[in-house]
């Protein structure tokens, strides 16, 4: 039977690694340790005081151009667009915003204007390959070419879920062309800690609703865990039945949740605007970002929302324009009512793609960029990072990180960080091996930390 841990050192001592006034040491099990050996779900202690307590990654499918957005290249601007592959300068203009001044371009004005100061551009990005469906796989697994559990699984199985009747992970809208259910799955950690979709063309929560009355469903479902519960008295060595047991509870409980967190009925009519809600362009993608709201104060500790199409070998100005307006007014909505109600400081907020967009013209008409891995932005917000700064360049056209360079394995092992949780601990025993998100490297990116 596999075992697991938290740790990469050995098992056979049970309990958490905790931060004591010595550094690193053991405690036994605590009430809450041994909640979480009953419920997978239930919160777990960080490895060492943690800056953020949920993530919502704002997942831009397709590649968008850092090049027209948030990576300022003065030399690349002053190119005169010839075609035939060569380089060509940004299609919107850049200006300093907000007290820090960071460049940022007219792709994002109501971002731009509002929250500037609170975004941490990581400039000097890079991943291992510029094809779509492995650049996708590696961002959301840390493996392009294995089966690996997604980020998000990796944070709920670390730290648990404050959220008692919804889900720990939830995806929103997750693209199934470029990796699929990877992208949210657990692999072979437990499947307690995959991701739940909603949206898109399924709406909802598939499989959740019953045809029974609430009576005679929680009638049946006693009479299941009632057996359920003799065979794990019969066989206590059996961890996964008693996973079972609480799966079979909490999606009873999300019958009721999940509708109520989905609906926005409640939200007042300047929260509904702030998102966009009233804009055909904003409207759905403002719904999301509400919805991640909702989720996040109801304790659901990874979210994700995709939002597809920044695939731009053509059309770039048109396509850009449209993608990134559809998207401007939402995320400066979430990120203001996130702040107002006080849950900026501590969620981290990441914006990005798989990869970005080469500087030089990609169809031999300067009107559209090709594939770029080696070098491109992510931003983060929020969640104990600095605010208006800009961490890593690119070279003076934008093509390959210089400075500040950040890796898949960089950037994850960072994100587990914020939360408390070190990257090279976090480990799952599979197939005689300790396996963790980051494989056997990372770096975390100190120099972004508040």
């Not at 949740?257 to 993608?285: C, H, K, M």
């Not at 700064?389 to 960089?410: C, I, K, P, S």
Request: proline share 5%.
């Amino acid at each position: 039977m596999n075992t697991c841990s938290r740790l990469s050192t050995p098992t056979s001592r049970r309990g958490f690694l905790q931060t004591t006034s010595a550094g690193f040491g053991w405690i036994a099990f605590s009430a809450l340790a041994q909640a979480a050996a009953s419920n997978p779900l239930a919160p777990k202690p960080p490895h060492f005081t943690a800056k953020a307590k949920r993530v919502i990654f704002l997942y831009m499918q397709g590649g968008p151009s850092h090049l027209d957005t948030f990576d300022w290249k003065p030399e690349l601007a002053k190119v005169v667009p010839r075609g035939h592959h060569q380089p060509f300068g940004p299609v919107f203009p850049y200006q300093p915003r907000g007290k820090s001044g960071l460049m940022i371009s007219d792709a994002f004005p109501k971002l731009a204007a509002t929250h500037a100061d609170d975004l941490c551009l990581l400039n000097g990005m890079k991943t291992s390959t510029a094809s779509h469906a492995q650049a996708t796989v590696a961002l959301h697994t840390g493996a392009e070419n294995f089966v690996r559990p997604s980020m998000g699984a990796w944070v709920v199985y670390g730290l648990g879920s404050a959220a008692e009747d919804l889900p720990g992970f939830v995806t929103i809208d997750p693209a199934h062309d470029q990796g699929g259910a990877m992208n949210y799955g657990s692999a072979f950690l437990p499947a307690s800690f995959q991701g739940t979709p909603l949206g898109g063309a399924q709406k909802g929560v598939p499989n959740l609703d019953s045809r029974l009355s609430d009576a005679v469903q929680r009638k049946q479902l006693d009479f299941i865990q009632g057996l359920n519960r003799r065979t794990l008295a019969a066989d206590p060595t059996h961890p996964e039945l008693e996973g079972v047991i609480q799966s079979y509870e909490l999606a009873y409980r999300m019958q009721t949740s999940i509708p109520a967190v989905l609906s926005t009925d409640g939200e007042s009519a300047a929260t509904q605007e702030l998102y966009g809600l009233n804009e055909r362009e904003t409207e759905r993608f403002g719904r999301q970002c509400l919805l991640a709201r909702r989720l996040a104060e109801k304790g659901v500790r990874f979210i994700q929302i995709t939002h597809a199409g920044w695939d731009h070998h053509n059309r770039l100005r048109e396509g850009l324009g449209e993608r990134a307006g559809a998207v401007d007014q939402p995320i400066s909505g979430l990120l203001t009512d996130l702040k107002q109600r006080g849950l900026l400081q501590d969620t981290l907020v990441l914006w990005g793609g798989e990869f970005g967009r080469g500087p030089a013209d990609d169809k031999g008409d300067a009107n559209g960029r090709g594939h770029n891995n080696k070098g491109y932005t992510m931003w983060m917000a929020g969640g104990g990072v600095r605010g208006g700064l800009r961490y890593g360049a690119t070279d003076e056209f934008g093509g390959t990180a210089v400075e500040g360079e950040m890796n898949t394995h960089d950037l994850h092992a960072t994100i587990l960080h914020l939360l408390g949780l070190d990257h090279e601990l976090l480990t799952y025993r599979y197939a005689g091996r300790d396996f963790r998100l980051t494989n056997v490297s990372g770096k975390v990116a100190r120099g972004i930390l508040a």
